[in-house]
């Protein structure tokens, strides 16, 4: 079973709590595939800007240097050594043992290097390219680590399914920011492993877990209890999935609202909320 | 040639917005350099409020009759007085006199009041522009300025307005078309759905004046609004003569209408009409368009797809306000937060700075100055929604956070 994993970045976060998920569901992933770092665009507006900020000096000496724009990132498959990885995967038993001066463990790249997992780097992530990538890579499932919205070009690669695991309950909460806007709304603070549609958060659902943040304090606290919490409940449905053991349970479009990105001054609730310690009651 | 008639163009705008004034000069670059960054810091509401009521303040004593000057101008000053929109700033006034306690608001709200009677038609109806040159009656130029002198009457008991009301409301009844749209008396001799403006006023007049003519004009207006209505919650007919791709201005409009309108009618289950959910829905679309794009267009197609690049101000603040509403009729906090983005966003265009009486504390019409809405001018009803909009917001965030215990 070819699994593969659809990133914003590969060098991220999500990308270590998924694969050290998937790990520990003693599940070997195919390969990854991430979207390239964006060029800083350089217009005139910025210039001016910073013109204002700085001085002309600055305005000459960027041209000097840089030109007019940025060239983009690395295509096609890449090499991983020689990258400056931020974030450390645990050390599997036996392994490499840890460096000098570096956390104990493995980055992200000698992880990918020891397991052989291939890192395609992409500009666009529903590029031909992007389709050309996993279609090399022969994937069966592709799970999704915070992407933004894929279209079905992309979405019809994969031969069982595109999974994906939300931060709340499905369907009520779909969009963005949704952990704050279960605690907003009153309703527990969960995750959902749906598969993916062209929708947004509309595909079928796998499974719903319940979490409870009433130990945690803050937003940020929160939310990475969820994050944490969401990688595990995916990689373990990954595993129930190719077990045959979930039924795929379609939404229903009306049963749910989308929700946006949260303004701070709703925040403030939420945050009030949880350090009251957040509890839900409701069956 | 195109090339050459771009650059005319160009140096005509130049030249429109007097350029040559340091204060003009600041904020045309402000703009060109780039008009999608905040000229202001954001500040706390009552400093955005504040600022905006000055200013009204200023338009009001810039025409010395009582009327509220139309506009700031870039390129000749102050504007005449504007009946319309001096009508739907008397409410306004009276609120923020309620709030801040001060008199001095309530008294200005009387001038112009009072000016509002002065500048009446013998046949009850009021001018369609600003009293700089004659203008033909209006059916929603008579409409706003029916919100000001009802309130003028509940706020003072004088009866003067309550008669000025039921002779504006007797002209708005008797030149309706039998289908419920008014085309004699409205803008271009056309039928518009952004008239439900004149329902709601005519619904609070019979609120006073309970003489079913005024109901039953409201009512078959608002039902021929409802047959413009798409399944996607656009309204055709909703531009003041471009329907394709309308202001949001005029969007909005008809959406606030619909609102007021529906919460007149049903005051114990407003939610459940069908004015309220027609309005629902395309507040819906609205929101979902502004907040995937973090941005709002002054102009949308029958898609709700933006066709502009710019922002119509005085939109936003009015979409703003009806999201506020929204959420006061519905709980649904999506409106609350995109509201609460809208008005940073508004408030973020604010120049606080400027010694330029018309500028500061002035909302522009258009974000940049040269967008298609009330190009290189400073309207007094982007002021006053925006006014109306912060109030709200306030009065909304003080009840929430008394209800979660926060300060």
Redesign the interface.
């Known amino acids: 079973m070819n699994l593969v994993v659809l990133c914003k970045s590969w060098n991220h976060k999500k990308v270590l709590e998924i694969l050290a998920a998937l790990r520990e569901q003693e599940l070997r992933v195919r390969g990854l595939v991430a979207l390239a770092a964006a060029p800083e665009k350089k217009t005139w507006?910025d210039l001016?800007?910073k013109t204002h900020e700085k001085s002309v000096a600055y305005l000459l000496r960027h041209f000097r240097k840089n030109g007019a724009v940025d060239s983009t990132g690395t295509n096609g498959f890449i090499a991983v050594n020689g990258v400056t990885p931020e974030f450390h995967l645990p050390m599997p038993n036996g392994q490499l043992p840890a460096r000098q001066n570096q956390p104990a463990g493995l980055t992200i790249a000698e992880y990918a290097e020891l397991q052989q997992i291939p890192i395609a780097v992409v500009k666009d992530l529903n590029s031909a390219e992007c389709v050309a990538a996993l279609q090399r890579l022969e994937t069966d499932i592709l799970l999704l680590g915070g992407v933004p919205i894929i279209r079905a070009n992309v979405l019809a690669v994969p031969k069982i399914c595109t999974l994906n695991v939300h931060m709340a309950l499905l369907p009520t909460f779909r969009g963005m920011n949704v952990a704050e806007?279960s605690i907003?709304?009153g309703a527990p603070a969960a995750v959902t492993v749906h598969q993916v549609d062209p929708g947004v958060d509309t595909g079928a659902i796998l499974y719903r877990e319940r979490i409870d943040v009433s130990d945690c304090p803050t937003i940020a606290t929160m939310r990475a209890k969820v994050s944490r919490q969401q990688h595990l409940v995916l990689a373990k449905c990954t595993r129930l999935l190719i077990e045959k053991k979930l039924v795929p349970e379609p939404q229903q479009k009306e049963a749910g609202?989308?929700?946006?990105?949260?303004?701070d001054?709703?925040k403030?609730?939420v945050a009030?909320?949880l350090a009251r310690g957040y509890h839900h009651h409701a069956p | 040639m195109i090339a050459l008639r771009s650059t005319a163009k160009q140096l005509r705008d130049l030249i429109e917005m007097r350029l040559y004034w340091p204060s003009h000069l600041r904020i045309g670059l402000q703009d060109y350099f780039d008009w999608r960054a905040p000229v202001t810091t954001l500040q706390p509401n009552a400093v955005h409020l504040q600022a905006a009521m000055d200013w009204l303040c200023r338009a009001q004593e810039a025409t010395g009759d009582g009327g509220v000057s139309a506009r700031y101008r870039l390129s000749k000053n102050w504007a005449a007085s504007y009946p319309e929109t001096t009508g739907y700033i008397i409410p306004t006034f009276f609120n923020y006199a309620d709030l801040t306690q001060r008199e001095e608001y309530r008294t200005r709200a009387q001038r112009m009041a009072d000016w509002l009677l002065a500048v009446q038609h013998e046949n009850g109806a009021f001018p369609g522009h600003d009293v700089s040159a004659q203008s033909e009656p209006r059916v929603f130029n008579t409409g706003q300025a029916l919100l000001g002198l009802l309130r003028a009457f509940r706020e003072t008991g004088n009866e003067i307005y309550l008669q000025a009301s039921q002779r504006a409301g007797e002209w708005l009844t008797a030149v309706q078309d039998p289908d419920g749209a008014w085309r004699r008396f409205a803008y271009y001799h056309r039928p518009h759905a952004y008239y439900t403006a004149v329902d709601w006023p005519l619904l609070e007049l019979f609120a006073v004046i309970p003489k079913p003519a005024f109901r039953e004009t409201a009512r078959k207006h608002l039902d021929w609004v409802l047959a413009q209505q798409q399944p996607n919650g656009w309204f055709d007919k909703s531009g003041f003569k471009d329907d394709a791709t309308p202001f949001l201005h005029t969007i909005a409009y008809t959406i606030s209408g619909l609102l007021e309108a529906g919460a007149l009618l049903e005051p114990d289950r407003p939610l459940e009409n069908v004015y309220m959910q027609a309005a629902k829905r395309a507040s819906e679309a609205l929101l979902h368009r502004f907040e995937i794009r973090d941005f709002m267009a002054g102009q949308f197609d029958r898609q709700w797809k933006a066709t502009v690049t710019y922002s119509c101000l005085t939109g936003n603040v009015q979409t703003s306000f009806n999201w506020l509403r929204l959420y006061e009729f519905s709980q649904d906090a999506r409106f609350l937060n995109g509201a609460l983005k809208l008005n940073d966003y508004v408030k973020s265009t604010q120049n606080l700075t400027s010694r330029n009486p018309g500028i500061h504390g002035g909302i522009k019409g258009s974000q940049p100055l040269w967008g298609r809405y009330i190009r290189y001018s400073y309207p007094n009803w982007a002021a006053k929604f925006f006014v109306d909009a912060l109030m709200r917001e306030n009065r909304l965030l003080a009840e929430l956070y008394h209800r979660e215990g926060l300060a």
């Not at chain 1, 609202?257 to 303004?263: G, T």
């Open positions: 507006t001016a800007r806007w907003y709304c609202k989308q929700y946006y990105l949260m303004h001054k709703l403030k609730i009030h909320r």
